[in-house]
């Protein structure tokens, strides 16, 4: 056939209908390997912010916030925010709203947008949490995530993931 050559996303990838397959397996081993390491009974809605995590390391992993920089800074900033803004102002919807919304400027600021991130603030002032909420069930669920995205991608793909570490 002679025509143009159509680029397609690194196979299986983006709006890759038997990617989707791989996708899920390993987002669902990843996500459940976490779940299953984190004590979330001290925190259950940060599941939410991990799943969303997922879809975009799985889903979109040449997506800016799919790079280890934007997930594991966006989710440290996000969190932080959270306990500091509950730590000094207490709860409540304004403090939440300003809680994300200061996330979200940081984490523009230092080039580290994560959108599920933008939840750990409400996550973080609505149970109350203290600062090893920062370790568990922040930095270890993220670390689980990234570690299942790199061997995902990389051992099974056989795909450069990520495209910059930093």
Known sequence: MIGPTVKRPDPPGEGDRHGSLSAWVASAATLGIAL????????????????????????MPSNAMAQPRSLVGGHLIGA????????????G???MSCAVATALALMMITETVHSPAGANPLIGISAQSGWS???NPVAIGVA???????????????????????
Do not use: N
């Open 36 to 59: 299953a390491v984190l004590r979330l009974a001290e925190a259950p809605l940060m599941l939410f912010s991990l799943g969303g995590s997922c879809v975009i390391l799985f889903g």
């Open 93 to 95: 919807l304004v403090v």
């Open 144 to 166: 689980i995530l990234l570690i299942g995205a790199v061997v995902y991608h990389r051992g099974w793909l056989r795909r450069r993931y990520p495209k910059t570490w930093l």
């Open 133 to 135: 909420f920062m370790v």
């Open 80 to 91: 932080a925010t959270g306990l500091a803004f509950g730590q000094v102002f207490g709860d």
